[in-house]
T-cell receptor
Framework: AQTVTQSQPEMSVQEAETVTLSCTYD???????LFWYKQPPSRQMILVIR??????QNATENRFSVNFQKAAKSFSLKISDSQLGDAAMYFC???????????????FGKGTKLSVKP | GAGVSQSPRYKVTKRGQDVALRCDPI?????LYWYRQALGQGPEFLTY????????KSGLPNDRFSAERPEGSISTLTIQRTEQRDSAMYRC?????????????FGEGSRLTVL
C-alpha cells in the first residue's frame, strides 16, 4: 500500500521569504500523480500544484514550485515570496495513474501547518 | 453545477441517530469519492464510485457506514446509530474518471457533530 509522509507538523516563514515543505512517499508503482493541496482556515481544499511522475521537469505555478525526486520518492513544495494569504494547512497527496490501482483515490499525508509572519 | 456541492454544511445530531450526507458532483464527472477528515489530520479515504458502481469501500470504518450513488450522479453517505467518534468533516470529491490527469475537485464538506 502507498503511504505519504509529511515530517514537518508546523513551519513558519517571514513574509516575502521562501519556505520549503517536505513530503516523501512510498510506492511500488512507476506511474502516478503527486499533489499539494492547501487548506486555509475556511477548510476548503484547494489544489496548489500537480506533478506527473513520468515527467522529469518539476512543476511550477507562479510562486509555487516542486522539487520532485522520483528515485528518492521525495516531493517538496517551495513557496517563494511568501504572502500572508499563504498561511494554511498544506497536504501532500499521491494518486495512482493505473485504473484500479489504489482505486484512483488520493492518499494524503498528515499535513504541515504553515504560518506566515508579517 | 459549477462545483461539488455538499449538504448539509453543518449537522448536529444526538448519539444513536442516523444521518445522511449528500454530495452532488461536478456534472459529467464519473468518479466520486468520500473522505473523512478529523481536526488537524489529513483526509482519510472512505469509499469511491465510478458511475453508480461502488468500486472500493475498504475505508468505511464499520458497517454503520454505507454509501450509494444510484443514478451515477448524486451520492449519499449514511451513518447509522451515530457515535461521538463519528464527529468529523465529511468531504466529497469528484473527478472526470478514475484515471485521468489526476485532479480531484473537493466540496466544502459537511461538518458532523455527534453529541
Amino acid at each position: 500500500a502507498q503511504t505519504v509522509t509529511q515530517s514537518q507538523p508546523e513551519m513558519s516563514v517571514q513574509e516575502a521569504e521562501t519556505v520549503t515543505l517536505s513530503c516523501t512517499y512510498d510506492t511500488s508503482e512507476s506511474d502516478y500523480y503527486l499533489f499539494w493541496y492547501k487548506q486555509p482556515p475556511s477548510r476548503q481544499m484547494i489544489l496548489v500544484i500537480r506533478q506527473e511522475a513520468y515527467k522529469q521537469q518539476n512543476a511550477t505555478e507562479n510562486r509555487f514550485s516542486v522539487n520532485f525526486q522520483k528515485a528518492a520518492k521525495s516531493f517538496s513544495l517551495k513557496i517563494s515570496d511568501s504572502q500572508l494569504g499563504d498561511a494554511a494547512m498544506y497536504f501532500c497527496a499521491y494518486r495512482s495513474a493505473y485504473y484500479g490501482g489504489s482505486q484512483g483515490n488520493l492518499i494524503f499525508g498528515k499535513g504541515t501547518k504553515l504560518s506566515v509572519k508579517p | 453545477g459549477a462545483g461539488v456541492s455538499q449538504s448539509p454544511r453543518y449537522k448536529v445530531t444526538k448519539r444513536g441517530q442516523d444521518v445522511a450526507l449528500r454530495c452532488d458532483p461536478i456534472s459529467g464527472h464519473v468518479s466520486l469519492y468520500w473522505y473523512r477528515q478529523a481536526l488537524g489530520q489529513g483526509p482519510e479515504f472512505l469509499t469511491y464510485f465510478n458511475y453508480e458502481a461502488q468500486q472500493d469501500k475498504s475505508g468505511l470504518p464499520n458497517d454503520r457506514f454505507s454509501a450509494e450513488r444510484p443514478e451515477g450522479s448524486i451520492s449519499t453517505l449514511t451513518i447509522q446509530r451515530t457515535e461521538q467518534r463519528d464527529s468529523a468533516m465529511y468531504r466529497c470529491a469528484s473527478s472526470l474518471t478514475g484515471a485521468d490527469t489526476g485532479e480531484l475537485f473537493f466540496g466544502e464538506g459537511s461538518r458532523l457533530t455527534v453529541l
